[in-house]
């Protein structure tokens, strides 16, 4: 059972969706704004944020970027297209994967529970690549001893692509391995998961040592 915040503006939608994530063995706090939501998550400690992303006032690309600016709750978007500009903003701010509304149910519970697994695979090993060091059992990174904050996404990307060092995977390997979508996903999501994470753990972004880029295939774990 996963504590869940539903920020979610339509009033049917909300409910529907508080009655069906609580059959599913869920408890659901709810919030109908940005504001509203954002006072919630500080007032409480969910392990999943669902947010809409077409929100009144404060939307929810800024709450999402809020969000992750206070902690690395997952975050889920609730998005009524599925290839549009707000989505690329809301994974660009943070969130760890998106749902196309009418958001069904069951589709809905797999993901929350998908993203939640992400930090629960344990093995007993130190992964030290110069100086990143990567815990599995722990689930810890540090970056010349200083830890890394990353999302449970980000973290279970790392984890998988520093697994065998060299190995060139594919968007549609990581897709099924870290978001565990068993269907040709959307490419973003690694894209700007790789993006986000880059930008902790590279000493330069644009031309990353850790995870590099191999183009017209996927990415790669280094370090060079």
Same mark, same amino acid.
């Given at each position: 059972m996963a504590a869940i915040l539903l920020i979610e503006d339509d009033p049917l939608v909300r409910r529907g969706l508080e009655l069906a994530l609580s059959r599913h063995g869920h408890a659901v706090r709810s919030a109908p704004?940005? %504001?509203?939501?954002?006072?919630e998550f500080r007032s409480s400690t969910p392990d999943?944020?669902?947010?809409?992303?077409?929100?009144?006032?404060?939307?929810?690309? %800024? +709450?999402?970027?809020?969000?992750?600016?206070?902690?690395? +709750?997952? +975050?889920?978007?609730?998005?009524? =297209?599925?290839?549009?500009f707000d989505v690329v903003g809301g994974l660009a701010a943070g969130?760890?994967?998106?749902?196309? *509304?009418?958001a069904q149910p069951t589709v809905l519970d797999a993901r929350i529970r998908a993203?939640? =697994?992400? /930090? /629960?695979a344990v093995t007993d090993d130190v992964r030290l690549f110069g100086e990143l060091r990567i815990d599995t059992a722990g689930l810890t990174? /540090?970056?010349?001893? %200083?830890? +890394?904050?990353l999302t449970p996404t980000e973290l279970r990307f790392l984890l998988t692509v520093s697994r065998a060092p060299g190995r060139v995977l594919s968007r549609e390997q990581l897709l099924l391995e870290v978001w565990e979508h068993d269907y040709l996903g959307d490419?973003?999501?690694?894209?700007?998961?790789?993006? =986000?994470? =880059?930008? *902790?753990?590279e000493d330069d972004p644009a031309a990353p040592r850790y995870v590099q880029t191999v183009r017209g295939f996927g990415y790669r774990f280094g370090p060079v």
């Open positions: 704004t940005g %504001e509203d939501g954002l006072r999943i944020v669902v947010l809409d992303l077409m929100l009144p006032g404060v939307d929810g690309v %800024e +709450v999402c970027r809020r969000i992750r600016a206070q902690g690395e +709750v997952p +975050v889920i978007m609730l998005t009524a =297209r599925g290839d549009d969130a760890d994967d998106y749902v196309v *509304k009418p993203v939640l =697994r992400r /930090t /629960t990174v /540090t970056l010349r001893g %200083e830890p +890394v904050p490419s973003r999501l690694v894209d700007n998961c790789v993006q =986000r994470l =880059r930008a *902790k753990i």
